[in-house]
């Protein structure tokens, strides 16, 4: 079974914070995804990865960046984090072969003082 | 615009009463739906891919079906284990990259 690990369930931060969040896949993988998901928005992509060092920008980019210094791992980060980044964060993997599900971690609840 | 709709957004049903779950889609070159099932607290877990028109898949209790403007989730005989949020999403090449389009799914509760 493919395990996608994130490194807390729960998170409390206070604005202005760099905060990281981390994820871990175990499937060899070379597809990562960050996703927010919020009540009445659904779940939107903010960053993905095709590549170990490679990232592209999804919808919702903005005050978030990425890292993927090695395959398995993939590391979001809030570069100042501000109220309105309050959410549930889950990070998604799948291979390289096109139109493949992604596997979901159970996700970060953030919560932003 | 890409768009995936679920309906409805929440199903209450009786232990052993079968139902269905609709997500209807506007995509411009379908590539992959998917069906995952959320728990409170928890990730998506993926169910099923289909990829053409007219294909079909089961697991369990859950069937999922697709037509070229839609996909429906049938439960049969439901337990209230099977209580959980149903998400749909549809791959497709959208702003520049495949992607996928999520449905802001369908809240199911089974009572016995």
């Known amino acids: 079974d493919v395990k996608v690990t994130q490194s807390s369930r729960y998170l409390v931060k206070r604005t202005g914070e760099k905060v990281f969040l981390e994820c871990v896949q175990d499937m060899d993988h070379e597809n990562m995804f960050w996703y927010r998901q919020d009540p009445g928005l659904g779940l939107r992509l903010i960053y993905f990865s095709y590549d170990v060092k490679m990232k592209e920008k999804g919808d919702i980019p903005e005050g978030y960046s990425v890292s993927r210094e090695k395959k398995e791992r993939f590391s979001l980060i809030l570069e100042s984090a501000s109220t309105n980044q309050t959410s549930m964060y889950l990070c998604?993997?799948?291979?390289?072969?096109?139109?493949?599900?992604?596997?979901f971690g159970d996700g970060t609840r953030l919560s932003i003082l | 615009e890409d768009q995936v709709t679920q309906s409805p957004e929440a199903l209450r049903l009786q232990e052993g009463e079968s139902s269905s779950l609709n997500c209807s889609y506007t995509v411009s070159g379908l590539r992959g739906l998917f069906w995952y099932r959320q728990d409170p607290g928890k990730g998506p877990e993926f169910l099923f891919t289909?990829?053409?028109a007219g294909e079909e898949k089961e697991k369990e209790r859950l069937k999922a079906t697709l037509t070229k403007k839609e996909s429906f989730l049938h439960i049969t005989a439901p337990k209230p284990e099977d209580s959980a949020t149903y998400l749909c999403?549809?791959?497709?090449?959208?702003?520049?990259?495949?992607?996928?389009?999520f449905g802001a799914g369908t809240r199911l509760a089974v009572h016995p």
């Open positions: 999403a549809v791959q497709a090449f959208s702003g520049g990259y495949n992607k996928l389009i």
């Open positions: 998604a993997s799948s291979p390289g072969a096109s139109f493949q599900p992604q596997h």
């Open positions: 289909l990829y053409s």
